[in-house]
Each structure stands twice: as C-alpha cells, then as structure tokens.
C-alpha cells in the first residue's frame, strides 16, 4: 500500500485528482498519518477535495477515535465513499460532523445504498429524540424546552447526513431523496408538534389538530433547505367549546413553527410557512373544516386551488387531516370549470417572472424562464383541466403526475421524456446548490470555485464549469420550450371551459348534450364518437382528449354533423400516422382550425379527404399563405421530371393544386383572406398548373411525332382568369396562340400545335381525386364554332376583318401567361388597339353593347333562380358592375392609360381618379362587386361545387353567413345586406350603363 512520498502526494497527481491548493493538500494528508491510496483517490472523486480533506482534518482532531475514523476509510470503501463524498459537497454537513463527531459512525452502515428508511421509522426516531413516546407523540420525560428544541435538531442533521450520503455517494434518484426529504420533513414536524403540547401543558387535550402538508413537502417532492408549507386545521375535543379549541390549536401551531424555524447553537430545521392558509397572511393561523370548506366554497381564488392540489395530511391528528383532503379534494377539480381559470393560471405566471430581480432572472434555477416553475405549473394546469375526468392524473408529485399525463396522451412521449429529463436535472442541479450550505437558494452561483463543485458533483470532471454550463442551458432551453408549448396551448382553455360532465363522453348523456349542441342526428354522431374512442390504445386515449372540445368547435360552425364525420374520415385514414393527432392535441389551433373547417366548408372537406396529410398546413400563419407561381412552378417541374409518363406527370402536377386548392381554401376560411388575395392565389395557382402542363404536352406530341415543336406556343387568360378575379367555382378562360418557327411548314405547324391543344385538355380532363381544371376556350374568335388554336397572324386578319364590339370587349380582360414570351407580347401589342380604341366607343356599338346585356339577361338567367340574390347575372350583380366598368374602359382607355389593366376594381379607381364616374358611385359599385365576389366564394366553400346563386338549404345559407363573417342566427341579415347593396349598385348602373 503506497504511503508517504508515493506518487499520491506530488503535487502533479494531486492536481490530476482534481485538489487546487496542491501544497496544502499535502500537508493536511500528513497530517492524517501515512495516507492509504483509496483515501486519496476517493477524495479525487468528490465535488471539491480541498473542502473535503479539510473537513475530513478537522473530523480527525474533534472525534475521539479519529484514528479508527481514518483506519476505517482505509478498509471500507463504501464509507469512505459516504463520507468524502458528504465532506466534499456539503460545508454545512462538515461542521455538523465537527460538532457531533460521533455520527461518521452513522456512515458506515452497509444497507445505506440499497434500502430506502421508512416513513415511519424516520418519525419514531424524531419524536423518541425529543423525549417523546413515538406510538402517541406525547412528551414522557422531563426535557425542557430548550434542550428537546436543539435535541430535534440534531436528530434532523442525524438523518439529513445519512440521506445526504446516499444521494452522492449511491446516486439515489431525483425522486427517491425529494422523498425521503418530504417524510423527514412529515417527521419533524410531529416531533415540534410534541415538544408544542409539552410546553402547552394540559390544555393541549382540549383540541384535535391536523397539519396539512402543502407544496413540494405536500407532493412529496421537497428539497433539502425550503419553506415547508402547511395549512392547520382544527376541531375541538369532546366536550370543549370551539372559540377555547381555537386559541389552544393556534398556541400549537404557533410553538410548532417557532421550533422548526428558530435559531439555537445546533441552529435551525427550515422556516413553517403558513401563508397558503385562507385569507394568508390576514387570516387566522387555525380554522375548523367548517371555517375552511365555507371560504373555499365562497372567497378562494384559482391559485388557491392549484395550491390544494398537493394537499397531504403529514402529522398530528391524521384523520382529521384526511377529512379536511376529502372535502377540498373536489374543489380543486372543479376549479378548471371557473369563468377564466387557464388565463389565471397562465397570468400568474407571467407576474411571477416579472417580479424575479433583475439581476437573478438569468440564474434562477426555480422562477425563471426555463426554470423548475415552467415545468411545474405547465403540469399542474395539464393536471387540473384533464383531472377533472381524469383520475389518474391527479398525483401531487410532479414527475408522477408528467408520467401519467405522457401515458394518458396528454403530452406526447417525446415531450414527456424530454420534460421529465429537464426536472429531474433542474431539481438535481437545485439539491447541489442547496447543499453546500444547507441555505434556500435557487440562484445558480457566479463563482467558479462553486460551478467547479457543483459540476463535479453531476459527474463533469474533464472541465466542470463549461459542461455544467453547456448542461444546463441545454434542459433550461427544452423546459422553456414544453412550458410554452403545454402551458399556452389553445386547447386548454376550450377543454376547461366544457362543464365536468360534459367532458366524460357516456352514452346518454352524450346523445342529450349532441342534440343541445346542434347535431341533427345524435345517433349516428355518437356512433362516430365511440368509433374514434373505443378501446385501450394510446390513440383512443388521445381522441377521447381531443373530442369535447371539438364537439364544442364543431357546433359553433353551421354544420357540426358534416364536421364530426369529416372528422372521423380523416382520423380513419390518418389515426395511426405518428404525427396526426399529436399536431391536433399539442397545436390546439390546429385543431380549431380543423373543425372550422370541417364544418363549414364541403369544398375544403373534399380535398382534405383526397389530401389528409394536408392537416399539416392547418398549423400557422405562414403554412397557410399561399405559394408564389414561381414557387408551385418550380415545385410542379421538378415532380413532373421525375415521372417518364405524361400521365404520371400530369397526376403529380395535379396533386400540388389538389394540395394549394386546399391552403388557399383554409386560409379564406381560418384567417381569412380578402376577394383580392383569393383570386391571385387561384391565379397564380392556374398559370403554374398551365404552364407546367403545357410543357408535359409539348414533350408528349414531340415524341409522339419524333420531332420539335416547329411553332412558338402561347396561352392567353380570358374573363376572370384574365383579370386575376378567379374564385372556387371558375373554369380557366383561354385562348391558344401560335407562331410558326421562320421556315417551317405551316400545315404542320398548325397540327403539332392542334395536338398540343388537344394532349393538354385530355391530361388535365383524366379521372382523378382532385377537382378538374376546365379549360373553356368559348371566347376565341368564332366561338365554339372557331378553330381550337390559330396563328398570330390569323388572329389579326379576324380581328382586322371580323371583329364584333363584343370580342372588343371581352379583349378587356384577355392576359397572355404561359408559353413563349415573345409570343405572349405580340399578342398584346396586336390586341391593345381593340380593346382600348384611341377614338372610344362609338353610340353604335354603344347600343349594341347594351342590346347584347340585354339578350344575355333574358336568356341566360337561369330557370327558376332568383334575380335578387344571383351573384352574376342578377340586378347589381357581378355582370352589372363589370359591364359598366368595362363601358368606361371602351370609351376612355384610348387616352387614359390607367385604365388599360385587365382587374376590375383598379380599373375603377383609374375612372374615379379621372373623373369618368363620380366617387360615391364608384364606392356603390364596388361594395356590390366585393359583396357578390365573397358571397360567391363563399357559397362554393359551403356547397362544394360552382354555385352562382344565394342557397335556399337553410343551413347551407347560414354557413355562408358564417364565411362572410356574419353571427350565428343572422343569415337573414346577410340576405338583407346582399340586397340592399346590389339595388344600390343597380340605381347606379341604371344611370351609368344604360343611361337612365
């Protein structure tokens, strides 16, 4: 065995071992005698061996066999390990050891690593110190005060040192010490209640009083120096008035707190705090149950409740404390039920961060951001919204209860996992500090010597200080995250706000609440419900979650039916993806956003059900802006590449607008979007779709005839596709353009590009799970009767020779999009001389114009509809404005340039801005367009397919009063808006376009 001199005592080895006075660590080593190699390499493993080795001195001087002390060190490891690993975290626990020498002995008890003490032999010990009988805890011998006050004192050091040692030495969990912490902490508090009644007297007989554990002590989780939290509660004894009771339970409860928190020569335990009581600081010290049950049923707040929830009877009169749980036991999971719960839960938060000092904010490891409060409070709102029908969730100690919440499908397995590993170092981190001076701390130190000891002391011996560092930011960061991410969900507050019984889903009651809710068939919703809830899985479990608070969602749109079963569809195809219903429990806008969605909206719905992983774009404001052409251009290219069959091609193509159909729809319903942003979405969304498709086409004649494209191609936007004014229901309005290469044949020049026509139409007319895009070429010189696709030079010989002031017209909106852009500009330079005339609109084709209106007013009405309430065709209606926009445009563009564009409305303030229609007119015109346009959107949003008319369906009519903003019960009143508006358009058309 190396002794003095050996390699142990250098100053190299001893620096490598981790001792940072080198010379003086070897002085105080002989000191000790000729030093076994284990002592010197176990203080090596301690959290600080300068403190340690001095400490371990000093233990040598002060007790009587401090030569065995260091013999016994030598031989067993076990209790060198226990004790040099105390001496080197904890000063405080040295000085103990100074003082009562005699308790290293206690150290060396073999069952320390492996047996945990029990509760309530833990207690007997405290009560037998201070000269009491541990079955009654009433005092027997003639102790004064004073000594039994320093004997309970002791006794907690005692104890405090073995359990200490087992934390450092055997690694003891997080939870395993916090709770033998809390059962030391129960224990003392029934020996001070013993030396309380001795010191009391008699008297002491004349009441019954309970000490109720509140906060960590309450959860089982406390630290080694904290406030121990309690609430008394008292009753008289038989025969003894209750005002006497009183003042006797207040005596001892007052005593029981001087004795744990006064300062003596063998110092103190840790303060009593009793200001969670009612009424705090104000109320009295002790009340009755009855006292307790009236101000909790009448005067307690929310945080009050939330602070019962780790209510635990711990000594004194334990039956009485069980009666005082059982009768705030169902309080508390009432309490989420009160008008604004989680925003007084969320707030009190936010104050308590915002009281933290300044200069602690960053290094609280309890209050701050990222701090053991964000975990707890972010458990405890879980645990108080779910517990109400939810028993299983309702433990008290935290990493209990986040382990239940995680099994339960409240939190998600890997937040659960990551959450828990965040506590438990936090709590750990928090134990470290609190030990070194066994002083209520929370701060993490500044000082490298003590970020040196506390690193080494979680295991970080290479470099302490930017490993702990790195360590905790790291949990901090996570913890701050899940706070934000649980703490804040949307979900939360919906599901408090849902009546106790209305979120446990049984049979009957739940077909009662369905029909109070709105649901036409309760039967056949309750049959989704028990599809979507049965069984034992961890998707059942989240669904049952999930499902009050949707049902709740679902009724409040206009078709809380068509919203569940949707529901059901997608969950059917979607249930067993890992992210589905995680996305809606944990992003509770998600959610609402679903069932907005899906119970108003048979467009949406569809394409959700031809989509399902579309969910995904429910999550945010950005998901939910639409792409850029350029973007889906790209996008629809590169997945168009990747596919050898034009077919295969195209279905990808069609997929990306199957899937931006379904933002653009979303986002119109859930944020929502004005008729401007709706039509260039659908725009941009049909140019990309044309031009990648044009392509397809064109590579798929060129194979097909084993040659290039001899002819330059063009697509020229018609009608609403032109003016970028397209909505759910529009077919894309199109002319086809083309320009024989110089020298190539014109007849095949004309064929290939007929065939490029014809391939492009069949591709995107094949069967498939998205909505078709219709290509309606009805407004190409001739008509239907026209050839399909012509030359740029046909084009101008027709309209030199043949081209009627309705082609003029309909020119107004013509824009060139995809294919070649030379083509696309010759083909505006030879349109823009007819639509926009330098000498105006003559009174012939004035006339003819309104003779035209006319005819298509007549004929084209359709059967039966209603002229007051058709978007296009009736009395201040869509055609009405445009026809009268574009009159202006036709007389005036030729010397205004502002109004040669192809959009309505910034054709319409050009004629404002020069004074071609007077402003209030201008104003008329335009709320009737807007009006007409989003009633129209919205009518296809709600049917699922082209409508131009108001619905009759009543629901159907109310949810378009709900996507145009209105209230629930006022589609009337939408009714009588429409109206009102468009006869107001119709006075001014009268005047501007026929001239009334």
């Not at 001892?252 to 744990?260: F, K, M, N, Y």
């Not at 320009?739 to 591709?763: F, I, K, T, W, Y």
């Not at 008509?783 to 009627?804: C, D, F, I, N, P």
Request: glycine share 8%.
């Amino acid at each position: 065995m190396p002794r003095e001199g050996s390699n142990f005592l250098s100053a190299g080895s001893l620096a490598r071992l981790g001792f940072q006075e080198t010379d003086v660590a070897a002085a105080r080593l002989s000191e000790l005698g000729p030093p076994a190699s284990p002592v010197v390499a176990i203080l090596g493993r301690t959290a600080d061996p300068d403190l340690a080795l001095d400490a371990l001195v000093r233990l040598h001087a002060a007790a009587a066999d401090g030569d065995v002390l260091i013999q016994a060190l030598e031989e067993d490891e076990g209790t060198a390990m226990r004790l040099l690993s105390v001496l080197g975290m904890s000063a405080a626990l040295g000085e103990h050891l100074v003082r009562h020498p005699e308790h290293w002995h206690e150290l060396t008890d073999p069952t320390l690593g492996s047996t945990r003490p029990a509760a309530y032999a833990v207690r007997a010990g405290l009560v037998a110190a201070v000269g009491a009988d541990p079955l009654a805890a009433r005092p027997v011998s003639g102790s004064d005060y004073a000594s039994a006050v320093d004997a309970l004192r002791v006794e907690y050091r005692r104890v405090l040192l073995r359990l200490a040692s087992r934390d450092l030495a055997h690694h003891v969990g997080m939870d395993d010490i916090a709770a033998e912490l809390s059962d030391l902490a129960a224990g003392t508090l029934d020996a001070a209640l013993a030396i309380a009644r001795a010191k009391v007297g008699d008297e002491a007989a004349g009441c019954r009083l309970a000490v109720i554990a509140m906060g960590k002590c309450g959860g089982h989780e406390l630290n080694y120096v904290s406030d121990v939290d309690v609430i008394f509660v008292a009753e008289p004894a038989d025969g003894v008035e209750e005002s006497a009771a009183l003042r006797v339970a207040t005596h001892l409860a007052s005593t029981l707190i001087q004795v744990c928190g006064d300062h003596t020569a063998e110092g103190t335990i840790w303060p009593v705090d009793a200001n969670l009581r009612p009424e705090g600081k104000s109320g009295p010290l002790v009340r009755t149950l009855a006292s307790h049950r009236g101000y909790y049923e009448r005067w307690a707040k929310t945080w009050e409740f939330q602070a019962l929830l780790k209510a635990r009877p711990v000594a004194g009169d334990l039956e009485l404390g069980r009666e005082y749980v059982e009768i705030v036991g169902p309080m508390v999971w009432q309490a989420a039920e009160r008008d604004g719960f989680v925003d007084d839960v969320q707030a009190m938060r936010r104050r308590v961060l915002e009281h933290i000092p300044a200069n602690e904010a960053k290094r609280q490891l309890k209050l701050g951001s990222g701090g053991l409060r964000d975990v707890e409070f972010a458990v405890q709102l879980l645990q108080l919204v779910h517990g109400r029908t939810d028993d299983k969730v309702r433990q008290p100690t935290t990493l209990s209860a986040l382990s239940s919440l995680t099994a339960g499908g409240y939190i998600g397995r890997e937040d659960g996992r990551t959450m828990h590993e965040a506590y438990a170092f936090l709590r750990t981190f928090e134990h470290r500090i609190q030990l070194f001076q066994l002083r209520r701390t929370h701060v993490v130190p500044e000082a490298e010597a003590a970020l040196r000891r506390l690193g080494r002391s979680l295991g970080h011996l290479r470099n302490p200080v930017l490993e702990l560092e790195k360590e905790w930011r790291h949990h901090r960061r996570e913890a701050r995250r899940l706070h934000e991410k649980l703490f804040y969900r949307p979900l939360l507050a919906a599901v408090a706000r849902i009546p106790g019984d209305g979120a446990r889903l049984t049979t009957e009651a739940a077909k009662e609440r369905l029909a109070a809710l709105g649901y036409t068939d309760p039967d056949a919703a309750l049959r989704h419900l028990e599809a979507l809830t049965s069984g034992v899985s961890r998707t059942a479990a989240i669904q049952r979650t999930l499902l009050p608070v949707l049902l709740e969602w679902f009724a409040d749109a206009p078709d809380p039916d068509a919203g569940l079963f949707g529901f059901r569809r997608i969950s059917d195809t979607l249930g067993s993806t890992p992210w589905y219903l995680t996305m809606l429990r944990d992003e509770g806008e998600t959610a609402q956003r679903l069932a907005q969605v899906l119970a108003t909206s048979r467009y949406a719905t569809d394409l959700l059900e031809r989509e399902p992983e579309g969910v995904k774009i429910l999550g945010g404001e950005d998901s939910l802006r639409p792409l850029t052409r350029d973007a889906l251009q790209t996008e629809m290219l590169a997945n168009a590449s990747r596919r050898g069959d034009p077919v295969e091609a195209i279905r990808s193509i069609r997929a990306i607008r199957r899937r931006e159909l379904l933002r653009i729809s979303a986002a119109d319903l859930c944020v929502p979007f004005g008729v401007a942003e709706v039509g260039y979405a659908l725009t941009d969304l049909t140019d990309a779709t044309l031009e990648a498709s044009l392509r397809i086409a064109i590579e798929a004649v060129e194979a097909e005839r084993g040659r290039p494209l001899p002819t330059r191609f063009a697509i020229i936007a018609m009608g609403r596709y032109g003016g970028y004014e397209m909505g759910y229901g529009s077919d894309a309005d199109v002319m086809f353009v083309h320009d024989p290469h110089p020298g190539a044949d014109a007849h095949e020049a004309s064929s290939m590009a007929q065939a490029v026509v014809n391939e492009l139409r069949r591709l995107l007319a094949l069967p498939a799970t998205d909505p078709p895009l219709e290509i309606d070429a009805d407004l190409r010189p001739e008509g239907k009767q026209g050839a399909m696709v012509r030359t740029l030079e046909a084009y101008a010989a027709y309209y030199a020779k043949w081209s009627a002031v309705w082609e003029a017209q309909a020119l107004l909106r013509a824009e060139p999009v995809c294919g070649d852009e030379d083509l696309k500009d010759r083909f505006r330079e030879l349109i823009d001389p007819l639509r926009f005339p330098a000498a105006g609109l003559g009174e012939d084709d004035l006339v003819e114009i309104r003779r035209i209106k006319a005819r298509i007013e007549d004929e084209r009405m359709p059967r039966g509809a209603d002229p007051a309430t058709h978007f296009k065709l009736g009395r201040g209606g869509l055609a009405d404005v445009e026809w009268t926009i574009q009159v202006l445009q036709l007389q005036h563009a030729g010397a205004v340039p502002e109004l040669r564009t192809t959009k309505t409305l910034p054709a319409l303030d050009a004629a404002v801005a020069h004074d071609l229609i007077a402003a209030e007119d201008a104003e008329i015109l335009r709320d009737a367009w807007l009006l007409a346009s989003r009633a129209r959107n919205a009518a296809v949003l709600v049917r699922g397919k082209p409508s131009d008319q108001l619905p009759t369906d009543p629901r159907e009519r109310a949810a378009v009063a709900k996507v145009l903003g209105y209230g629930q019960g006022e589609s009337t009143a939408m009714v009588n808006d429409y109206q009102r508006t468009t006869r107001r358009a119709l006075g001014v058309v009268d005047r501007v376009f026929w001239g009334s």
